[in-house]
């Protein structure tokens, strides 16, 4: 059976559909992404078009063309000592498109794309967002630390957990066994 949605990179023609989707991530789960609703609500729509241009950002789409319903990217430090490493942002699946696969789909793609740049990638979870946290665990992410008062919104901390994922066998097999000692 085909699967209800299709998955593919952004271009900086999606930006409207992006800065939407993007914006109403931001606005549920504020306490999911490092940015902020009222830093982004206020830029132009070519804000979103750079990043989308600087940064690999995949979309699912379900049904046609015009319905983004989940984003996810992968940002590259540029340092040179920081860019065998990405980082997947802005994780975002809308609530219709939840429980289609959609989620770990674009996960699936993000990865893929990493595989061919990056040595390994990070992220960051609510510690309370336990469906989350299962996509990236069946991914092969894996939990290396918790970073306290990692967010501060509206007076009130928050936490966050860091995951990674390495490509190499021997360094995943070396962190599990740091993390069992």
Known sequence: MPTPFTIRRLTPADASAYRDIRLEGLARHPDGFGSAWED??????????????NAAVFGGFLSDENDLAG?????????????????????????????????????????????????EIQLTVAPHNEAAQKLYRAAG??????????????????DSLLMTLPFDPAAKTDQVAKLSD
């Open 40 to 53: 982004e609500v206020e830029q132009p729509l070519a804000w979103f078009e750079q990043r989308i241009a």
């Open 71 to 119: 984003v996810a990217g992968l940002v590259v430090p540029q340092g040179a000592k920081l860019r065998h490493k990405g980082v997947l942002v802005g994780m975002y699946v809308r609530p219709t498109a939840r429980g289609t696969g959609m989620a770990a789909a674009i996960v699936q793609a993000v990865i893929s794309h990493a595989r061919t740049i990056v040595e």
């Open 141 to 158: 992410f894996i939990e290396y630390a918790r970073e306290p008062r990692s967010l501060k919104i509206d007076g009130k901390y928050h």
